[in-house]
């Protein structure tokens, strides 16, 4: 069975910087895109960014070049460097992939921006 699990979330302050991370297990890693999704409190799941497995990348338009995905194949895992953070960025951020049919989600971790 696939593993996603996400790490780095937090709290930070409006305008602050942080970086969530995504170790996958139980999966040729380097062959399949990744991508990170958020959901808000009382929003749906939108997702934030996606990174082929030839390193092309794709963001949503809210993250308006503050928001970086990345990935090390040799260490299975994601990355979402993300700054210039705003209240509107508090959300539970979540890894995901896709492999044939099968959706794979990790537990997901929760970022806060508030002072």
């Known amino acids: 069975q696939v593993q996603l699990v996400e790490s780095g979330g937090g709290l930070v302050q409006p305008g602050g910087s942080l970086t969530l991370s995504c170790v996958a297990s139980?999966?040729?890693?380097?062959?399949?895109?990744m991508r990170w999704y958020r959901q808000a409190p009382g929003k749906q799941r939108e997702l934030v960014a996606t990174?082929?497995?030839?390193?092309?990348?794709n963001y949503a338009d809210f993250t308006g070049g503050r928001f970086t995905i990345s990935r090390d194949n040799a260490k299975s895992t994601v990355y979402l460097q993300m700054k210039s953070l705003t209240p509107e960025d508090t959300a539970v951020y979540y890894c995901?992939?896709?492999?044939?049919?099968?959706?794979?989600w990790g537990q997901g971790t929760r970022v806060t921006v508030s002072s």
């Open positions: 995901h992939t896709r492999i044939l049919i099968q959706d794979y």
């Open positions: 139980r999966m040729d890693f380097r062959n399949n895109a």
């Open positions: 990174i082929t497995r030839g390193d092309i990348t």
